[in-house]
């Protein structure tokens, strides 16, 4: 028998969360009004769309034990068990990097085991396989009856949690913009949005891929293409959990012109994408384009810092 399903308004979020606009002359000189939708501060431990992402999963888990999967610095990770902590239900943790299992805890890992989640480490190419059903069923024979909440937490009941965030934006602005990892938020955000809105994607890893996959998980969660969307994946940085000194430099600026602390894999990409953007003329005079802030640094600034993982 399983508990009921945990009630998430006593972690009181900050819902909708704040829409703030950011006057930055390199907009403002081609008629464009940049708004920061700052889903950052919706909750301190599970911000941004960790939260949106999370909170439908956790309400269908009812209390099971919730099992996931991340990287060894994977925020993903570090919300799913923090939300165990704060809502009182088991958690576990597949870790990629079986050789992992043998050193000291890294500060990420370190606070999702002080949240209570079992670690459990496991070789690459097993983790490549995660979704097939033998290491699925081996997951499953070692921890029980759980859900399963895939890497990044994007599946449909997340794209489904993801499109509050479009209706919060409703008429408001013409364009939408969004960092993207695994496509949860961007299927959620589109759908949400008002038919003459556009929800446009900056992909932080290379491969071309998330295109399928964002269509995929509309499917599976609406039934069909949902609201208006489009991918510009030119703004990887190099690829997943890569920076270079010109990105970190434009966020050192951004920060000083507004300050905002700046994320630099997922939001620190989506700013500089807007900025290019701008100044090729993408956006007609007179709109209006905002910019989601899903995540915060880690730890202030992220200068030399070990990879976040999968948003």
């Known amino acids: 028998m399983h508990d009921e399903a945990p009630d998430l308004s006593r972690l009181r979020p900050v819902l909708p969360s704040p829409l703030q606009p950011a006057e930055d002359e390199r907009f403002a000189r081609h008629g464009v009004t940049l708004l920061l939708k700052r889903d950052d501060l919706i909750h301190p431990d599970l911000p941004g769309n960790k939260w ?3 909170a439908p999963n956790l309400q269908a888990a009812a209390g099971r034990t919730v099992l996931t999967f991340g990287g060894a610095y994977s925020n993903h990770l570090r919300a799913t068990a923090a939300a165990g902590r704060l809502l009182g239900f088991p958690t576990v943790g597949v870790v990629r990097g079986d050789e992992l299992a043998h050193r000291p805890l890294n500060p990420s890992l370190a606070q999702c085991a002080a949240d209570g989640m079992r670690l459990h480490f496991v070789d690459r190419t097993t983790y ?36 509050a965030l479009g209706e919060e934006l409703r008429g408001l602005t013409g364009t939408v913009a969004v960092a993207c990892g695994t496509g949860g938020t961007l299927a959620g955000l589109a759908a949400g949005l008002a038919p003459e809105q556009h929800a446009l994607g ?62 630099r894999l997922y939001v620190a990409k989506l700013l500089h994408g807007l900025t290019v953007l701008a100044g090729e003329g993408a956006f007609a005079p007179g709109s209006t384009v905002a910019a989601v802030v899903t995540g915060r640094p880690r730890d202030g600034r992220e200068r030399g810092q070990a990879p976040s993982d999968s948003r």
Do not use: M
């Open 128 to 163: 490549r396989a995660k979704t097939s059903p033998e290491v699925l069923d081996g997951l499953l024979s070692l921890f029980g009856d759980c859900l399963v909440v895939p890497e990044g937490g994007s599946n449909a009941l997340a794209a489904q949690g993801c499109a």
């Open 52 to 54: 949106r992402k999370l």
């Open 202 to 263: 900056i992909p932080v890893l290379r491969g071309g891929f998330l295109g399928d996959t964002v269509r995929a998980l509309q499917q599976e969660a609406f039934g069909g293409p949902a609201g208006r969307w489009s991918l510009d994946e030119r703004f990887h940085f190099g690829g997943y959990a890569r920076t270079t000194p010109e990105l970190h430099s434009f966020a050192d600026d951004f920060e000083d012109r507004h300050g905002l602390p700046v994320e």
